[in-house]
């Protein structure tokens, strides 16, 4: 998260060390539990979004091994599906302790280093379902939606500090979270079909997304090619949402 997008220095921050390192091994990035020798590597820390706390120190040690953070990529979230009348209240609390409070306390914490700078650029990963409604997915849209916004007020505040703040929007893509929503073998060309009963769209482009679609994006907003971009919303999602 340091001195540019193509050849970083990574902090990679996860409430579970050995998912990290299996994400960074999985990616075929170098992962090093001390300070890195050099350009490329990724360095694992611990913390839990939910807590404030564990976010302030884990932003304070990233930039006391790695040095002042550059990039800040927030892009925890988790999927509890449901019906709104189904959504226990614990749930609820759930998904937006993740997806909405754990972003806003990952990008304060950050941009509260990078404002005396008077550089740096933030990017949340987002979701596509923050902008069209969806069947059994109402507290996970809406706390994606929040986070949007978020980000967008937060790009406008910082705007006069030289800090950029985007967000990438993923549809459908082909990840953990997403394989156990499948019941069987057919779960990806259903996904590509659609769903009329759900008033769900399927995929123009005919594939799910892979990792590295929503990688290359957030890696073109954190770039100088995109100097010029703020508070946008970039969906990748194969035209899912028809942009709607």
Known sequence: MVDGADAARVGAADGVAAAQARTAGDAGVPV???????????????????????VARVVADVERELGP??????VAGVLRPGSVAETSDEDWAATFAVNATGVFTVLREISRRMQPRGNGVLVT???????????????????????TMLTRCLGLELAGAGIRCNIVSPGSTDTEMQRLLWTDDSGEARVIAGNPEQFRVGIPLGRIADPADIADAVLFLASDRARHITMQNLYVDGGATLRA
């Open 69 to 74: 953070i550059g990039i800040g990529v927030s």
């Open 125 to 147: 990963v987002g979701s596509n379902a923050a902008g069209v409604p969806r069947a059994g997915m109402a507290a996970y849209a809406a706390s994606k939606a929040a986070a």
């Open 32 to 54: 090093d539990a001390q300070r890195p020798a050099g350009a490329g590597r990724v360095v694992p820390f611990v913390a839990d979004v939910g807590d404030p706390g564990a």
